[in-house]
């Protein structure tokens, strides 16, 4: 393989990488955080964790999202006509691009919104639930 070859190789695969599309990044994020208990395409796991994708409870807490992926959650829920009670813990490490980017994901994606929250709102929404 010769020097302009590699020089190509290396560019295309850090273009790749570097998806800045939120859905994407909000997928990745989906994936390394959520989906252990979630599941792969969010539709939870039986009695023990409850659904995220076509969720009444998601979309009747839009506003609250943010909070819950950054500060967790613990009690009884009801999802889609189903009890819960259980914990989940929260994700503090996250930037507010990756929450914005997971919220992203989790409303456009797995609950077919048309207009996501912007990071201002996200923003706003981790500043209120901070105090």
Not at 14 to 19: E, G, K, P, T
Not at 50 to 66: F, G, N
Not at 83 to 100: A, C, F, H, I, K
């Amino acid at each position: 393989m010769g020097f302009r070859q590699v020089i190509f190789l290396a560019i295309a695969l850090i273009v790749a990488s570097c998806d800045y599309k939120p859905k994407n990044q909000g997928r990745a994020l989906y994936n390394a955080n959520c989906q252990s208990c979630h599941m792969e395409q969010g539709q939870g796991l039986g009695q023990l964790y409850p659904p995220i994708r076509s969720s009444d409870y998601v979309l009747e807490h839009k506003t609250e999202l943010a909070c819950l992926i950054r500060f967790g959650i613990a009690g009884k829920l009801d999802v889609n006509g189903v009890q819960y009670d259980g914990e989940m813990n929260g994700y503090p490490r996250l930037t507010e691009t990756e929450v914005s980017n997971l919220v992203h994901y989790i409303l456009v994606e797995l609950n077919a919104q048309e207009n996501p929250y912007t990071i201002k709102e996200i923003r706003e929404q981790l500043e209120e639930c901070a105090q």
